[in-house]
C-alpha cells in the first residue's frame, strides 16, 4: 500500500451530468478527508469520515453532493447536476488512528481527480 | 471558508537564497502546519508546530510560531530549483473535536536556477 489513490485523475463532463470521484486511503488511516481547491486557492474543507461514519460537512457541501464510505475502506464523493463553478481539483486524504497529539491529523493527500464541467 | 492567510501569496528567488512565508490565522490551535503541492500534485506534509512550541526544524525548514500574534513562518534555507512549489499553511481549529484542518491560500514560489 503506497498512498491514496483517487480515480479518475480527470473528468471532463457536460453541465447537468452526474460525476462520481472514488479514493482508497491508506489501508491503516481510519479518517478520510475530501477537499476541493480551484485555481490560485488553498484547498477547502468538504467532509472527513472516522471509520463509517460521516463526521462532519462543510456548508460548501450542497444536496448536489453526496459523499459516502460504506465499509469504513474506500470512499466515493458524487456530484449531481453539475454546473460549471463545480470544475476544480477534488483531493482526498486520510490520516491514522489515535489523537492529535501523536500526530493524527497529520494528512496524507492524494494526487487528487480534475473535474471540468462544459 | 479559508482561516489562514499566506503572504507573500508569490515568491521569486535565485537559488541558494534563503525564502521566508508567513501565514496568518483567526482562531485559536491546537497545531499549525506546513504542506507543499507541485503543480497539478496533491499536498505533501511537510512539518507540524503544537501550540505550545516558539520553533521547529527539520533539515533546511525551520517554522516558527506566535499564538500572540496568531502567526507563523516558514524559513526555506538554502534553495533549490527543486523547492519550486506552493506552501500552505494548515491550522487545526480545535472546535468540537474535529480532526479537520483548515487550509491558507498559499504562498507560490519560484526558485530560479
Known amino acids: 500500500d503506497t498512498g491514496v489513490s483517487q480515480d479518475p485523475r480527470h473528468k471532463i463532463t457536460k453541465r447537468g451530468q452526474n460525476v462520481t470521484f472514488r479514493c482508497d486511503p491508506i489501508?491503516?488511516?481510519?479518517?478520510l478527508y475530501w477537499y476541493r481547491q480551484t485555481l490560485g486557492q488553498g484547498p477547502e474543507f468538504l467532509t472527513y469520515?472516522?471509520?463509517?461514519?460521516?463526521?462532519?460537512k462543510s456548508r460548501l457541501l450542497s444536496d448536489r453532493f453526496s459523499a459516502e464510505r460504506p465499509k469504513g475502506s474506500f470512499s466515493t464523493l458524487e456530484i449531481q447536476r453539475t454546473e460549471q463553478g463545480d470544475s476544480a481539483m477534488y483531493l482526498c486524504a486520510s490520516s491514522r488512528p489515535g489523537t492529535v497529539s501523536s500526530g493524527a491529523n497529520v494528512l496524507t493527500f492524494g494526487a487528487g481527480s480534475r473535474l471540468t464541467v462544459l | 471558508s479559508q482561516q489562514g492567510e499566506e503572504d507573500p501569496q508569490a515568491l521569486s528567488i535565485q537559488e541558494g537564497e534563503n525564502a521566508t512565508m508567513n501565514c496568518s490565522y483567526k482562531?485559536?490551535?491546537?497545531?499549525l502546519q506546513w504542506y507543499r503541492q507541485n503543480s497539478g500534485r496533491g499536498l505533501v506534509h511537510l512539518i507540524l508546530i503544537r501550540s505550545n512550541e516558539r520553533e521547529k526544524h527539520s533539515g533546511r525548514l525551520r517554522v516558527t510560531l506566535d499564538t500572540s500574534k496568531k502567526s507563523s513562518s516558514l524559513l526555506i534555507t538554502a534553495s533549490r530549483a527543486a523547492d519550486t512549489a506552493s506552501y500552505f499553511c494548515a491550522t487545526d481549529p480545535r472546535m468540537d473535536s474535529s480532526y479537520k484542518l483548515i487550509f491558507g491560500s498559499g504562498t507560490r514560489l519560484l526558485v530560479r536556477p
Open positions: 489501508s491503516e488511516h481510519n479518517r
Open positions: 469520515f472516522q471509520n463509517e461514519a460521516q463526521l462532519e
Open positions: 482562531t485559536s490551535i491546537n497545531n
